[in-house]
């Protein structure tokens, strides 16, 4: 009954549509498929998911509604959790509004998986076995997955629209688009029992209540009762109520959807047209006469014939880190460079070069016992931010940079000023400091759960690490267990932060005393290579000349405003990395250019640039942890704040 009420009204029509579609199996998934490569996995999505669903039953529905979407749009392929680009609007807008929530639990899921068993597990499995998972905790039917789909690398808003069987649908349309996919006439009586949990919006249904044939009736096939109670609950034009499948609460539903449909309550026109065909009458008759004798079988068997709808195996598609985002590792690492190349040039670099020593102390997994969710909560409320804007992540491992290298990994960065007191805060140039509101809102959901257990510097290395994931960087293990620091002194860090004039020599120097540069491209940060390098009026000869004409245009002589990018395109026809364009002599600061003066800063630009980064995403996250050592207090020392902007 609880699985039959998930199904009813959303996407009654949908199942349905699945039978008739006619969807081929193209094989080649298996039971177990991961019991080598992550033999968690299926333990990892359940626990994940059993969080979200032990706090909110009614994401079961949406979550189920999430594999019935992706499977009929191009098959089972995770093109569903895909984002728009600027180029491309992604199924996901296409469907309607209330149908998308859930998309947090699966990136949950697969953030849980990418931690475990990196690169392994795709988006598509993962909607598959969240959607049995899900029917399974509000009393449904258990049935065995077979894995080893792969992620597509499309997904287009209008297949959607064409695609997606409608609410409106009559029982010829359904078969049609049923058959289409390979599915049954029996599935498509099946599947539609899914429709027994889930919401309908009044907007739905106004026409069968108040207008069926353009003259103010109603739907004949709906029981006059029902539509009686239903128009109490829609009014005309009323678009924000939702009507449940049954007029009861969940915990009183009592009916099946089998029944329900039988007794011409259907919330859809698609629910009640499946009376108007024998072989579904049959099905809708016979499951309610004996209470949903075969239904839990029934259920199990078509959902895995849906999840074979034209899925991706073998060296089809690919495995996405991040659901909503291509894994193109080649875009994946340019958007990072590139954030270097903006940000912080050579700190990469430096780090190898510097000999940083582990101060000790941290461990990964450090709230493990005393906030097990810490992590989780740190990347669902970064995610809320980022997704809206990307140009938030690098102000946010900026961040973190900023407070290492100012009295170590500690938080002060955080720290407002106070009457008497300037903060570090006040002394970092305005453009590097966005995203204090991003800090403040994940300390907030975390002290919600976990009050006064996770620090402020935790937080920043946590959000740089997750912040640079979520732009299609590399991940890497976060060891935690740092503790915040007393004192911000705004004079720190002017002296400590390495100037984007700096030459290799004092950058050696600054690394290997755990100092670091970043910086933005303000054209005052050039404007002296440009124009007046040795005091005489000449450009800097270190800078490819082509690229100093370039800059010149956009950097006029006393300009202060403008920001230069180091590509002078966008972010999407960016198409060199980072340490090729400092390779081609066109690093936008001195300490760019730097990075060629000195014989193992050379080499590893040049192995870089040869090799399309093939050691970047590795060293990257290596030098990132190196990083987070940097004079962290632990143990007894320093405090948790309560506040990031405060001392307690
Ligand atoms: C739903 O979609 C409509 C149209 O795209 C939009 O105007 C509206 O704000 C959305 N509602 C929610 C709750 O996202
Ligand atoms: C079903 O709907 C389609 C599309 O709206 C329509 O062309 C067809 O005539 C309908 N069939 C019946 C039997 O009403
Ligand atoms: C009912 O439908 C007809 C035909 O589409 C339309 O002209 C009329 O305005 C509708 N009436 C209402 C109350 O919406
Ligand atoms: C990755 O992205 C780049 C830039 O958008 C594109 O040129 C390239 O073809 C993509 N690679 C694959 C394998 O799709």
């Not at 640039?609 to 020392?637: C, H, N, P, W």
Request: glycine letters at 8%; hydrophobic letters at 40%; one cysteine or more.
């Amino acid at each position: 009954m609880t699985v039959q009420k998930l199904f009813p009204v959303l996407f009654l029509q949908l199942a349905l549509a699945f039978l008739l579609a006619g969807l081929t199996n193209a094989g080649g998934l298996q039971l177990g498929f991961y019991r080598r490569a992550c033999p968690d996995a299926e333990l990892i999505v359940h626990q994940t998911l059993y969080r979200y669903i032990s706090r909110d039953r009614t994401l079961a529905a949406p979550l189920l509604r999430m594999h019935f979407h992706d499977c009929f749009i191009r098959g089972c392929d995770g093109s569903v959790l895909l984002s728009s680009t600027k180029k491309n609007q992604a199924e996901k807008d296409a469907i309607p509004n209330q149908t998308l929530r859930g998309f947090n639990v699966i990136d949950a899921v697969k953030s849980a998986l990418e931690k475990k068993c990196p690169g392994v597990v795709s988006c598509s499995d993962i909607l598959a076995l969240v959607a049995r998972d899900a029917v399974l905790m509000i009393g449904g039917p258990h049935w065995d997955v077979p894995t080893g789909r792969r992620d597509g690398r499309v997904s287009i808003a209008n297949e959607a629209l064409f695609n997606l069987p409608s609410p409106f649908a009559n029982i010829t349309v359904l078969k049609q688009q049923f058959s289409a996919t390979g599915l049954s006439v029996k599935d498509l009586a099946v599947l539609s029992g899914g429709h027994t949990i889930g919401i309908g919006h009044c907007t739905l249904i106004s026409n069968r209540l108040y207008n069926f044939t353009g003259k103010g009736d109603t739907d004949p096939s709906l029981d006059p009762r029902y539509a009686a109670q239903l128009k109490k609950k829609c009014k005309p034009g009323n678009s924000n109520t939702v009507v449940e499948m049954d007029p009861g609460s969940f915990k009183s539903f009592d009916e099946d959807y089998y029944t329900i449909v039988a007794k011409r309550r259907g919330l859809f026109q698609s629910d009640s047209a499946l009376l108007d065909d024998a072989e579904t009458r049959d099905y809708v008759r016979f499951q309610s006469r004996t209470q949903g004798s075969t239904f839990a079988q029934d259920f199990g068997e078509s959902m895995v014939k849906m999840g074979y709808i034209g899925v991706l195996t073998g060296k089809q598609g690919e495995i996405r880190k991040r659901c909503a985002f291509l894994q193109n590792f080649t875009q994946g690492k340019m958007a990072i460079q590139k954030l270097f190349v903006v940000c912080f040039l050579q700190l990469v670099f430096a780090f190898l070069l510097a000999g940083l020593t582990n101060a000790g102390g941290l461990q990964l997994g450090f709230y493990r016992r005393a906030c097990p969710d810490a992590e989780l909560i740190v990347h669902q409320t970064l995610y809320r931010y980022i997704s809206r804007d990307r140009t938030l992540a690098a102000p946010l491992l900026r961040m973190h940079f900023h407070d290492c290298f100012i009295r170590g990994c500690d938080g002060s960065v955080l720290l407002s000023s106070t009457k008497k007191n300037q903060a570090e805060k006040d002394a970092i140039p305005n453009q590097t400091l966005r995203g204090f509101n991003v800090i403040d809102a994940v300390k907030s959901a975390l002290e919600k759960k976990c009050p006064g257990v996770v620090s402020c510097s935790d937080i920043l290395a946590l959000v740089a690490r997750d912040a640079v994931l979520m732009i299609g960087g590399p991940h890497w293990d976060v060891p935690t267990g740092r503790r915040d620091g007393r004192v911000s002194i705004a004079n720190e860090a002017l002296f400590n932060l390495p100037s984007p004039f700096a030459n290799i020599t004092v950058l050696k120097q600054q690394f290997s005393t755990g100092g670091h540069t970043i910086g933005i491209g303000h054209c005052t940060l050039i404007s002296n290579r440009l124009y007046n390098f040795t005091g005489k009026g000449d450009t800097d000869p270190s800078l490819d000349p082509r690229y100093a004409a370039q800059l010149k245009k956009k950097c006029k002589p006393g300009n202060s405003n403008t920001v230069v990018e180091m590509d002078p395109g966008s972010f999407k026809s960016f198409d060199e990395d980072y340490y090729t364009i400092v390779a081609k002599r066109r690093g936008l600061f001195q300490s760019d250019s730097a990075l060629l003066d000195d014989a193992e800063t050379r080499d590893y630009v040049r192995f870089q640039s040869r090799t399309q980064g093939s050691t970047f995403a590795q060293d990257f996250g290596e030098s990132m942890v190196k990083m987070g050592y940097i004079g962290v207090l632990t143990g007894k020392q320093g405090e948790i704040r309560k506040r990031c902007a405060v001392v307690n």
